[in-house]
């Protein structure tokens, strides 16, 4: 059976999240902790209060008394969540974190739940999830190398501890952020996740990077791993298993991504559409000219065609499937389709939309690196492609 109307009752919890966001949290749009480098650890902070005073925090995960939420559930809440760039990041449900939470919730043992999964999820700590390398791993992660060698002195007992050695770039949150997932090549066994606070003697952040996007908390960095000694208990499920539990994030991640744009996308379209109609032109307010009348068309369009697919997309997950394939077919249409949709409203805003005189040039901005985050859309395409000629 295929129903498409949303129940009541995540009717009611999606209004809850999309007037926190419009009443709460847009207005923080215009404060200045909202950097070139994204919001500020402070600001994080404040917003966070803000939605846990709602009970609104973490939405995503069970609690209160609430069951788990399905992956076409979140997909309806998550849009609302992305009405503004910062509503994610007040409701604790931005990357990385929500996909390292997914991630720890699936494979931390007892005690590393409780140490570093925890306070993420009660919103007292940020994370990295430290893959992508200048030289070497990114698209294709087999690239890795950052080292992991076993040190008996950083042991336990009988088991041998391991040093990491190496640099990463465009790790996102790295400034500030106090759980770390570090993937390295583990001699013997190949990639590895290791787990470790962010006050570890050995990382070093060397800069934060200038990027285009802002909505991520403290930008994204370029970090070193000077000799970081880690303890047996760093070790983040089975050795040699980094890519598997990569790949098992990255599904429901990418899709989660889409979600947030896909309602930053659905407010664009509505500052788009209220200026279209009172703006004029030639004797009539812009809209009813057919070359703007048309992009917004296309837009709304565009708009429905991602909100499908990624449901289509999460529906595979909660079947039990991977979703691998069809996560890379929904990840690849809607960044390209919403940068689409961006664009277009640029231009039916036309000086205003180049301006930050509203949040549609950020939304720009951001969703254009979305054409980047979690592979781009050229990888997505080889392997789909190589998904069909093999079957």
Known sequence: MIDFEIPADLAARRDEIFAFVDEQVVPYEADPRVTPHGPTEELRT????????????????????????????????????GWSALGPVALNCAAPDEGNMF????????QQTLEFLRPMVDGHR???F????????GSDPRQLTTTAVRDPSTGSGQAAGYVVNGRKWLITG????????????????????????????????????????????????????DDLRLPATALLGEEGQAFRYAQLRLAPARLTHCMRWLGGAVRAQSIALDYAKTRTAFGKPIGQHQGVGFMLADNEIAIQ??????????????QGHQGRHESSMTKATVSEELFQVADRCVQVLGGMGISDETPVAGF??????????????EVHQHAIAGRLLRD
């Open 103 to 110: 991630l720890l919730n699936k494979i931390a043992d007892p």
């Open 174 to 225: 790295a400034n500030g952020a106090k759980t770390w997932i570090i993937m390295a090549d583990l001699e013997g066994a190949g990639a590895t996740l290791f787990l470790c606070h962010g006050d570890a003697p050995g990382i070093v952040i060397e800069r934060t990077m200038d990027t285009m996007d802002r909505n991520y908390v403290e930008g994204h960095c370029v970090v070193r791993f």
């Open 126 to 128: 940020r994370s990295v």
């Open 130 to 137: 430290a893959m992508t390398e200048p030289d070497g791993a």
């Open 364 to 377: 720009f901005r951001d969703v254009r690196a979305f054409r980047l985050y979690d592979g781009p859309t």
């Open 46 to 81: 404040e917003l966070v209060e803000l939605a846990r005073k709602a009970g609104l925090l973490t939405f995503q995960a069970p609690r209160n008394g609430l069951p788990t939420l399905t992956h076409v559930e979140q997909a309806v809440l998550f849009e609302a969540a």
């Open 305 to 318: 065609k991602c909100r499908l697919m990624i449901w289509w997309a999460c529906w595979v997950l909660d």
